[in-house]
Structure formats: structure tokens, C-alpha cells
């Protein structure tokens, strides 16, 4: 009975390590491996290079640039992406009418690739014949190129992620929200409390785990970036909002097909956002299970 | 007190639909512009209301003259890989998720930080090393060549989804059925599993999304035009050289985005409770 | 059936023998009907082209037999894939690239050379070519391709927006510029609201390089000395063109953003000078937008026009199926004695001589203006490094276009860069 119950966690696991093991593990050691090499796609020849890769970053300017700009995304993004769902599901859970409609047309942005997202906004947001930039100039407002411009570009790009993402996070919020019991609230206006004040005392407290797992799974994602810059701005302008994976992929698929730096370049990703998980992880210890 | 609280809750539902409807503007200039004729499509003022209307690009992109430019194959291949990567996901994150929440072995810290680690890594780096197996495999351009790899990239987000819920199961369940004799197995098909439904729901969601609209690696490990899945098929009604005919692209888009809103409506409960409790919880 | 032993008579032994010819001959010749192959073929015709190349290969696969499994991919992606594919032996039978991709795919190893022998046995020789198109397929003395067509540049007009302007004449017909002064001042004139005067590029033309490629070949400059070692971008030359790549923008203010879709902005009659691809023309026909085809104008020295041939080229394999690599060359002269039609339907010009001649082709006013262009046509220079320099070159330009950053420090900058590319 035991040594079947010693062997049991493992069988379970089977499957899906050998799977794991096999299409993510492999090639990701792999990656690793030749991070170490000069590496080229459609070359056969590999030749170690220790940590000549790794050193080439430290010249490389357009790859720091490129962290900075992932991190300016990241940091910037956090607050409207985290918020805008959050303050939509409070609304929406306070018992509007028309629920079904309201998270479906929220929601329904999710559904779209990143390509229809990015050729959408980029037409919605053309300085010539973009309608956002009709209206405006009709109301009087003087048009710019908010995509042109590199102190507005990144924030044109977070406000089309915004309504790209908005409404999975909202549906994620909401049921956090509804397993709220209603009697606290009640018990609060008995008290005196108003709606913000509840907000703060009752609702973000017993809201800070779905909280905590958007906000991981935020910063996850956002320092991954891509399909959307790279639809809008392709990096630009100039490199104003060139991302990591951006110069990442061009290194490994086009120039010079540079695979072996460009798995260098996925690893120093992967300890810089380990390094801001073990941070987050460590800041809400005790109150979380992860 | 009544009569404020619904003015209150009417003029809340007013803004909201104000704001959703804003909200759907970018989406309905895809619909709508799918519906015009190409020489009424780019106009400045901008035109909503697309007359006359036609269906002609929601013909092309289905019964085109030109069989590369037809897009129902390649729906089919999209539903395939989509629904065969979402039962292995669903299957090898529940069994791998289950030990790493309620068992206790050697190696399980270090196994589940593994998985959480490689959530961290950008796919464009694994493509390689994954072509070069696929292809050792003899998977190049076949079902399983698509589904397993796209199964492995969502099988650490599963694991890690779903270790939260099981660690929100109450274990008094699982005792109790050690008690009457259930072995493991038996525990974790008839207790656990059931339990599930609603995270095991979500899941299934996330992974059918992850997989209808991966790109890039269809995009290198299929070489059968016929074997093409949606996004690829769908970057071909992109011009070359930036000339991009918007109705193809936009009917395509529409055709493209139905399939997960229904899955989106269908199950639209079912997210919401299921993914309530593994989050809360956590 | 009956007899336990036949008997060899000589009359049964010519039957049989002439049986037996008669089944062989009968067996050859099925199976050389079944020899035919199916070849593999890769190209980036995306969108409306691909939809004429699909007929043309239809009618190749009737009239040949030789059946094509074509795989479209946006170029850039294309070229990703051959690179992975080709190595790994998965790549196709015959592959349809651009001229700048020949030096730095041929130089990997990935595509394979075509023998002089070989290309002149079918029929391919260098006076029925375009001078600039026949050298384009050659790298360091090798061939590795064969020129389809000649993607190329081109002025358009629009002619609602110069009537608006008070541009066009008695006629109706909006007045040509002959020079760059002319041009910057009637651009000038259109320019006020929402309308602009000038672009270059089918969209971004802040980074569209081949336009500014091409104003560099207008004076006298290039990426690349002549030596194709260091970097021409630092000469004064290049710099003027710099110069005028912002002056668009910042200075005479007749350009649009720099992200600006010009294309749409063409269609929708609020851009009045357009220098951009051929490939364009039959959108903005099927768009029924009314439009004028012009050359090029000579803005620097010469009136050089940019292109950009579509080369046939056969990607590496580890061993070469001779049926295959047969028919993949029939297809190549197949298409090239059709060229006619592709240029008829796509609107590309051939990069062979004879179909120029071709009534059907000189009585278009486009393909008259795009054929008259021929003697200023240039390419990208054949070195591996010219797809990675462009991109360098793409954010540079940009900064220059927006006003962000001075011309002389950006190609200084951009020349460094570009010197410090690995070979």
C-alpha cells in the first residue's frame, strides 16, 4: 500500500511532465545551450562562445533601450489595465440592469486577433483619415499623430491594449466580486459608511487575491510583449517603443538570424522578470497562498 | 432611500451602456466595414452605415476562385487543433495539478517552481529547438504537430490555475473517501474532478483561445497550405507591400471572432464562477 | 492453361514478344503520365496577386500537367521560413523571392546555383532581359535566379485633389511636375487642412526605406561604397537627401505624419503627389479612385527609379529530384513565356524585353509611364548585409522625418551602425 501510495504523485504527473519535459523543457535547455554558442539559423556549424553573447548585450544599445521601454510599458500600463476592469465590475456589481449585454460588449474585444486589433486602431487612429482624428479635428481640437509622436506613442498602444484586455479582466473582477457577501456592505451603510468608503474597507481588502493574480499575471504577460506594438508601431517611432521581444525575434528571425544571442537575450528576460515575481511574491507573503 | 438608490442604479446602467456601446465602436467599424463595397470602404468623413451593403467579401473569403484564398479549410484545422490542444491541456493540467496541491513527494517545490519559471520565457525563443523536434517527429504539418506543442505552451498556466482551486477544496471530501478505501484515482475522477468544473471550464476557455489564434508557430510548422490554421490562412488576405484590401481582411476578422464569442456566451457562466474561485481563494 | 508445358513455336514466341513490347510500351508511357511531378513553390504574392498567379498556375497545371502545391506568406514571414525550413531540408522546390534577399540567402547556403549551361538550355539568355533585371540573379559571379517582373516606383496623381488645387489645366488633366521646385511648390498649394501635398511610401512614410533608397540612387549615393565595405551614408551626398527627407516634414510642411497611411489618404483624396509601388495601381483602380501616372521626378541629379525584381529561385535541397527540379525550371519558362498575362492582370511589368512591345500592354497609360522608366531602373546593391542595413536604416529615417533627430548626426550614426555589422 505504500510504495503504491510513494509512486502515485509521479504516475499522476506522468503525463504531463513527459509532455512538459519533451515541447517546452528540451527546447528551452536547448535555448540555453546555444545562448552559449554563435548560433545562426540555417547554419549547422555551432561554435562555443561562452559568454560572448551575454558581453554583446552590454553594447547593445537598442536591446537596452528596448528593456527600458518594455519596463516604461509595463510599469505605465499596470495602473489603467488593473483599474479600468476593476472600476467597470464595481459598476457592474452593484446590480445595473442589461448585465449580459454590458460584459458581453466589454468582453467581446478579447475575441479578436491581434492583427484585426492592431489594423483596427491603426485606421481608427490614422492622422489623415483616421475617424478619431475627423471627429476630433471637427470638435475643434488640434490633431496630432499620437502613433508618430514618441512621447504619445506607448500610451496610444497601452489605450488599445486597454480595450483589447479590458474585458477578461473585468469578467475575472466580477466573480471575485460577487463572492463578496452582501451583508458586509449592509452592515456598512447601516454604520454610515459611504460607497467609496466601502470600497476601500470592504471591497479591495477581500478583493486582494484576484487582485494579486491579475496584477502577476499582468506583469507576466506585459513583459512578453509584442503583437500589438508590432502591428501599430513596429518599434517605432524611431525605437520609442521597441520591446524586448521585438528586438528578440528580429534577431533570431530576421538580419542576421542571430539565434544564439537572441536566446541570450530570452534569458536575461527571464531573470529580470523571475527577479520582479520573487519581489511581488515576497511583498504579499502571508497573504496569499501561491 | 428607494427612490435614490434607483435613480442611482438607472443612471450607473446609463453610463455603463453609454460606455459599452463606445466601447464597441472599434468593433463595429470592423462589422461594418466588412458589409461595404471596396470603392465605399476608405472615405473620409468616415461613413457608419454601410450602404449600399454587400456580402461579396464574406464571399471571397469563403467560396473565392482562388482555392489558397478560401478560408473554410482552414476554419476546420483551427476547430481541430484548437478542441484536441484544449482536452490535452485540460487532462495533463488537472492530473499534474492535482499531487502539486494535495500530495506530499520529493521534488514537488521544485517541479511546480519550474512550471511557474517557464511562464516566464518568450515563445520566440523555443520555436527553433521546437521545429527541429517537431520535425524529428515526422509531426511537420500533421494535427498532433500542432496540438501537442500548443498543449505544452498553456500546460504550465493550467498547472498553476489550477493548483489554486484544489487548494481551495475542502480535504474534509478527500478524507472522508480515504477512509471508505478510495484509492487516489478513484478520489481525484470522483471528487476532485466534479468539483472542477467551473475552473476546469476556464481553463478550457483560455487554452481554446491561446490556440485559435496562435500565429507564429502554425506559421513554421505547417507546410500543407491545406493544413493551415485561421490566423495563418488569414494573413493572407493581407496585400503585399502594405496594400491591404480591408474588406477580405475585415469579413475575415468577423468570421475569425465568432467562434469564441460563442464559446465566450455558452460558457459565459461558467467562467465566472469557475475562475471566482480558484482567484479568491488564492 | 490446359498444356503442362507450352510449346514454343516461333510464331507464338513473336506473339508474345510483340505482346510483351506492346504492354511495356503501354506501361512507359503510363508511367511517364504518372512521372509528372508535384512540385512545391513558395511565394509572398498575398492579397489580389495571389489570386492571379492562382489562375496563371492553373493554367500551367492544364497545359503541362505538372501539378504546384503553393504556399503564400507575407514576405517577411517567408523569408523567416526559409530560413528555418531550407536547412532542415523542408524547403520547397522552387521559391519566388526578392532581388536584395538573393546575396544574403545565397551567401547561407540556402538557395542553390543554376549552372550557365543549364539556364541558357532552356532558354534564357541576357538580351531578352532588362540589363539591371539579368544582373540582379547573379552574386559573386554565380546565377541564382531568374527575374520574373519589376516591381518599381512610380508617381501618381490625383486628379480630384489638384482640380481642387487649382492644379490641373483647361482639360481637366492636373499639370505634371518637372522639377523639385515645381513639385514643393505646387505641393505647397494643395497642402491646408486635412489634405497633403507630397509622400513618399505606401504606409509609415517616416521609415520607408525603399523611398529613400531611392532618392539616395537619384543623387549619386548609396548604402554602400562602391567597394560594398563601408558605408556610403556618411557622405555628403547622402546627407542632402537626409536633409530633404526632413525638410518634407518639418520644413515645407507638404508630407504627412509620419505613420500616416498614405495609401488610404491617396483614396480618399487628401494627398495629391504620391511616389510609391506599381503593385498599387490596380487597388486604387478597383477603389475607382482617379488618378494620373507619372515618372518618377528627378528631385536630386538623375531621374532614377527604385525597383525591385521577383526572382525564381530554387531553395537548397540535400538531394535534388531530378523530376522535380525539371519541372520546377518548366515552370519558370512556362511563366516567363506567359509573362504577359501576369503583367496584364497584376499590373507588374515583366523583367523580359519582348512582352514590352505588346499592344495590349503599351496601350495602358500606366504601363506606358512604368515601361518608359526602364533605363533609370536601379536595385539594391548585392551584398548579404543590405536586408540587416535596412533595418538599421528604418528607425533612423524615422527620427529624420519627425524632426527628432538633426540628418547629419542620424547618418553619421546610421553609417556607424551599419559599419558595425557582422559579416
Redesign the interface.
Same mark, same amino acid.
Request: zero cysteines.
Given at each position: 500500500m505504500r510504495r503504491r501510495g510513494a509512486f502515485t504523485p509521479y504516475l499522476f504527473l506522468a503525463p504531463g511532465l513527459v509532455l512538459f519535459a519533451l515541447f517546452r523543457v528540451y527546447p528551452l535547455l536547448e535555448g540555453l545551450w546555444l545562448s552559449f554558442t554563435n548560433a545562426r539559423l540555417g547554419r549547422a556549424e555551432r561554435v562555443f562562445v561562452g559568454t560572448a553573447n551575454y558581453a554583446r548585450l552590454f553594447d547593445d544599445t537598442r536591446f537596452q533601450l528596448s528593456l527600458v521601454n518594455t519596463a516604461y510599458y509595463t510599469i505605465a500600463s499596470t495602473v489603467p489595465i488593473l483599474a479600468v476592469p476593476l472600476l467597470l465590475a464595481v459598476a457592474l456589481n452593484r446590480g445595473v440592469a442589461l448585465r449580459t449585454f454590458l460584459r458581453g460588449a466589454f468582453f467581446f474585444p478579447f475575441t479578436l486577433s491581434v492583427v484585426t486589433v492592431g489594423l483596427t486602431w491603426l485606421w481608427l487612429l490614422d492622422p489623415v483619415i483616421g475617424p478619431s482624428t475627423y471627429y476630433l479635428r471637427a470638435a475643434g481640437v488640434p490633431v496630432r499623430s499620437w502613433l508618430a509622436d514618441p512621447a504619445t506613442a506607448m500610451w496610444a498602444i497601452i489605450l488599445t491594449t486597454v480595450w483589447w484586455v479590458t474585458g477578461y479582466y473585468l469578467v475575472i473582477y466580477l466573480a471575485g466580486l460577487q463572492d463578496i457577501p452582501r451583508e458586509l456592505y449592509e452592515a456598512a451603510a447601516i454604520d454610515g459608511a459611504g460607497g467609496w468608503r466601502s470600497f476601500w474597507s470592504i471591497t479591495m481588502p477581500l478583493l486582494r487575491p484576484v487582485f494579486l493574480f491579475v496584477l502577476v499575471t499582468h506583469v507576466i504577460g506585459s513583459f512578453q510583449i509584442f503583437g500589438q506594438v508590432f502591428v501599430l508601431t513596429n518599434g517605432g517611432p524611431g525605437d520609442a517603443t521597441r520591446t524586448v521581444v521585438q528586438h528578440l525575434y528580429e534577431t533570431a528571425f530576421q538580419n542576421f538570424f542571430h539565434f544564439g544571442s537572441a536566446s541570450a537575450m530570452a534569458w536575461v528576460l527571464f531573470v529580470i522578470i523571475l527577479a520582479f515575481s520573487l519581489l511581488q511574491f515576497r511583498l504579499l507573503r502571508g497573504h496569499t497562498q501561491y | 432611500m428607494d427612490r435614490s438608490a434607483r435613480v442611482w442604479r438607472l443612471l450607473i446602467t446609463a453610463i455603463m451602456v453609454v460606455l459599452a456601446i463606445a466601447w464597441l465602436l472599434p468593433a463595429v467599424w470592423v462589422l461594418v466595414t466588412s458589409l461595404k463595397l471596396t470603392e465605399n470602404i476608405v472615405r473620409v468623413p468616415p461613413e457608419w452605415i454601410p450602404w449600399p451593403a454587400t456580402l461579396a467579401h464574406y464571399g471571397e473569403v469563403l467560396f473565392s476562385s482562388s482555392r489558397t484564398a478560401r478560408i473554410g479549410r482552414a476554419f476546420l484545422n483551427s476547430t481541430v487543433v484548437s478542441l484536441g490542444s484544449v482536452a490535452v491541456v485540460v487532462l495533463t493540467s488537472a492530473m499534474a495539478a492535482y499531487p502539486l496541491a494535495r500530495m506530499r513527494f520529493r521534488g514537488r517545490d521544485a517541479i511546480f517552481a519550474l512550471l511557474v519559471g517557464s511562464l516566464m520565457i518568450p515563445n520566440a525563443v523555443v520555436l527553433v529547438p521546437q521545429y527541429v523536434l517537431v520535425q524529428r517527429l515526422g509531426w511537420l504539418s500533421t494535427y498532433q504537430g500542432l496540438i501537442v506543442p500548443e498543449a505544452a505552451m498553456t500546460f504550465a498556466f493550467g498547472v498553476f490555475l489550477l493548483r489554486q482551486f484544489f487548494l481551495t477544496i475542502p480535504s474534509e471530501l478527500e478524507d472522508a473517501a480515504r477512509i471508505d478505501g478510495a484509492d487516489p484515482w478513484q478520489i481525484f475522477t470522483r471528487i476532485v474532478l466534479p468539483l472542477s468544473q467551473p475552473v476546469l471550464g476556464a481553463l478550457a476557455i483560455f487554452a481554446f483561445r491561446s490556440a485559435w489564434n496562435d500565429f507564429l508557430w502554425p506559421l513554421i510548422a505547417v507546410n500543407k497550405p491545406d493544413m493551415f490554421p485561421l490566423p495563418v490562412a488569414l494573413a493572407l488576405l493581407r496585400g503585399a507591400y502594405a496594400a491591404e484590401s480591408y474588406g477580405p481582411i475585415m469579413a475575415g476578422a468577423v468570421l475569425s471572432a465568432l467562434p469564441l464569442l460563442i464559446v465566450f456566451l455558452v460558457a459565459n457562466r461558467r467562467i465566472v464562477e469557475g475562475v471566482r474561485v480558484s482567484a479568491l481563494k488564492g | 492453361m490446359r498444356d503442362a508445358t507450352p510449346r514454343l513455336t516461333r510464331r507464338r514466341f513473336l506473339e508474345g514478344a510483340a505482346l510483351g513490347a506492346t504492354t511495356v510500351t503501354l506501361g512507359a508511357r503510363r508511367a511517364s503520365a504518372q512521372a509528372k511531378p508535384t512540385i *512545391?513553390y513558395w511565394n509572398?504574392? *498575398?492579397? %489580389?496577386?495571389?489570386?492571379i498567379m492562382? +489562375?496563371l498556375i492553373d493554367q500551367f497545371t492544364r497545359e503541362t500537367g505538372i501539378r504546384m502545391?503553393? &504556399?503564400?506568406?507575407?514576405?517577411?514571414?517567408l523569408?523567416?521560413?526559409l530560413?528555418? %525550413?531550407?536547412?532542415?531540408d523542408?524547403g520547397p522546390d522552387l521559391a519566388l523571392i526578392h532581388t536584395v534577399e538573393v546575396p544574403h540567402f545565397a551567401s547561407?547556403?540556402?538557395l542553390e546555383p543554376m549552372a550557365d549551361a543549364t539556364t541558357s538550355a532552356k532558354g534564357f539568355k541576357a538580351e531578352d532581359y532588362l540589363p539591371s533585371t539579368w544582373q540582379g540573379g547573379m552574386y559573386q559571379g554565380k546565377r541564382y535566379s531568374i527575374a520574373l517582373d519589376v516591381?518599381q516606383h512610380l508617381l501618381y496623381i490625383s486628379t480630384k485633389v489638384l482640380k481642387e488645387a487649382g492644379l490641373a489645366g483647361a482639360d481637366g488633366k492636373p499639370k505634371i511636375p518637372g522639377t523639385r521646385d515645381e513639385l514643393l511648390a505646387m505641393a505647397k498649394q494643395i497642402t491646408k487642412g486635412?489634405t497633403?501635398g507630397f509622400s513618399i511610401g *505606401? *504606409?509609415?512614410p517616416?521609415?520607408y526605406t525603399w523611398g529613400f533608397h531611392n532618392l539616395l540612387w537619384q543623387n549619386g549615393a548609396n548604402v554602400y561604397a562602391a567597394d560594398l565595405k563601408k558605408s556610403g551614408l556618411g557622405e555628403p551626398s547622402a546627407l542632402e537627401v537626409a536633409e530633404f527627407w526632413s525638410a518634407i516634414q518639418n520644413q515645407h510642411k507638404v508630407a504627412?505624419?509620419?505613420?500616416?497611411?498614405c495609401?488610404?489618404?491617396f483614396?480618399?483624396?487628401?494627398?495629391g503627389f504620391w511616389i510609391a509601388?506599381s503593385?498599387?495601381f490596380t487597388?486604387l483602380r +478597383? %477603389?475607382?479612385v482617379e488618378f494620373v501616372a507619372a515618372p518618377v521626378p528627378k528631385i536630386f541629379k538623375q531621374a532614377t527609379v527604385w525597383t525591385m525584381p521577383h526572382q525564381f529561385t530554387f531553395p537548397k535541397k540535400k538531394a535534388v529530384d531530378a523530376a522535380k527540379r525539371d519541372a520546377a525550371w518548366a515552370h519558370i519558362r512556362w511563366m516567363s513565356d506567359h509573362v504577359a498575362e501576369w503583367t496584364l492582370k497584376a499590373g507588374q511589368v515583366s523583367a523580359l524585353r519582348k512582352p514590352h512591345s505588346d499592344p495590349r500592354i503599351t496601350g495602358d497609360p500606366v504601363f506606358r509611364v512604368l515601361l518608359g522608366q526602364a533605363a533609370q531602373w536601379q536595385s539594391g546593391q548585392p551584398t548579404p548585409k543590405w536586408?540587416?542595413a535596412e533595418?538599421l536604416t528604418?528607425?533612423?529615417i524615422?527620427?529624420v522625418y519627425?524632426g &527628432?533627430?538633426p540628418a547629419a548626426a542620424a547618418m553619421g550614426d546610421l553609417a556607424r551602425q551599419i559599419n558595425a555589422?557582422?559579416d
Open positions: - | - | *512545391t509572398g504574392l *498575398t492579397g %489580389a496577386d495571389g489570386k492562382d +489562375e502545391e503553393q &504556399q503564400r506568406i507575407v514576405w517577411a514571414d523569408y523567416a521560413k530560413q528555418v %525550413a531550407v536547412p532542415a523542408e547561407d547556403g540556402i516591381p486635412d497633403y *505606401t *504606409t509609415n517616416g521609415r504627412p505624419p509620419a505613420n500616416a497611411n495609401r488610404d489618404a483614396i480618399a483624396g487628401k494627398l509601388g503593385w498599387n487597388g +478597383e %477603389a475607382k536586408v540587416a533595418n528604418r528607425p533612423v524615422e527620427n519627425i &527628432q533627430k555589422l557582422p
